[in-house]
């Protein structure tokens, strides 16, 4: 009787958590395989066909890292990222902060802000193209007429715009994220804590580093470490606005996998590319979250 009480207490929540881990295995698991794989491997489309894709070791590794484009690429990917990153969180704690004040609508307001994030990709590439476009866009329009820039700046097709325009769209998209995620870090610090450090006389700054940035923290770990990792691999955006151009301004190792893989069909190093990228996001959350974990135990 206990022998099969115990069976029953271990076989039940396997039993529950199957479905979930042959999903994460199928549709997670083995992508990622067969993309380590495909990495060590002259992939190409014929060999769909085929089914001959003979072994060419770190060929393909040595081949992306040795293209003219790659350097280009990786401080464009450095660049992308940590503009971004910055831009959405600063922006998106401000928000958080002014959001925890009681005021009218403020529900409201809060609710609106994410729609940008819910927003599709392509469809706020097409807005923001449209937006930003040379000749007939709104934002030169605006600043024609009110006499800033009557020459009309290429916004996307400058080589020293481009990539700055598409981190301030990527940034106008990750705000919503930043600031509901830090709003509901903010929401579980106790009022009373605030309450017994102003009766100490202590300022807002003081209040902000002593109390809030300090509860905050393990929230702010998770936006900074998902929000890295997905910026890295940010793809529909930039194609959508700039396609990697002009002369490679907007070029990345996303989307250099993207022209790789399903322009020149080049599925061996665009696999290259891509596991290049998973081992930064990797090396980013472990250096990150361990350097992090060494501040707070000292």
């Known amino acids: 009787m206990k022998h ?12 529950f958590l199957a479905p979930a881990g042959i999903y994460i295995l199928a549709f997670y698991g083995f992508p990622i395989v067969r993309n380590l794989v495909m990495g060590f491997q002259k992939y190409t489309a014929s060999s769909f066909y085929t089914g001959e894709a003979p072994w060419a070791g770190w060929e393909n590794y040595r081949a992306a890292i040795e293209s003219p484009i790659f350097g280009k690429a990786l401080l464009n990917t450095f660049l ?3 503009g971004s990153i910055v831009g959405q969180f600063v922006i998106g704690l401000l928000l958080a902060l002014y959001f925890t004040k009681k005021f009218p609508f403020s529900n409201t307001l809060r609710s609106l802000l994410l729609l940008p994030w819910l927003i599709p990709m392509i469809v706020s590439a097409a807005i923001w193209r449209w937006i930003l476009d040379k000749d007939s866009g709104v934002l030169n329009n605006v600043l024609d007429a009110v006499g800033i820039a009557s020459s009309h700046p290429g916004w996307l097709t400058s080589t020293s715009l481009a990539l700055v325009s598409v981190i301030i769209v990527n940034i106008w998209i990750g705000i919503p994220f930043n600031t509901i995620i830090l709003y509901g870090g903010l929401q579980d610090i106790p009022d009373e804590l605030y309450e017994a450090a102003s009766i100490d006389g202590a300022s807002r700054v003081k209040l902000f580093w002593n109390i809030t ?3 905050l923290r393990p929230v702010v770990n998770v936006v900074l470490v998902l929000g890295v990792v997905y910026t890295l691999k940010v793809l529909d955006i930039i194609l959508g606005l700039t396609d990697g151009g002009p002369a490679n301004a907007t070029q990345t190792l996303a989307t250099q996998t993207y022209h790789l893989s399903f322009v020149q069909f ?3 190093q665009g696999a ?4 290049m990228l998973i081992a930064i996001s990797l090396i980013f959350a472990i250096v990150y979250l361990r350097a992090n974990r060494r501040a707070i135990d000292e």
Not at 5 to 15: K, N
């Open 4 to 15: 099969h009480q115990l069976g029953r207490r271990v076989l039940v929540p396997l039993a």
């Open 80 to 82: 992308f990222t940590a």
């Open 213 to 215: 940035w300090p509860l």
């Open 266 to 268: 080049d599925f061996g």
């Open 272 to 275: 290259a590319f891509s596991n």
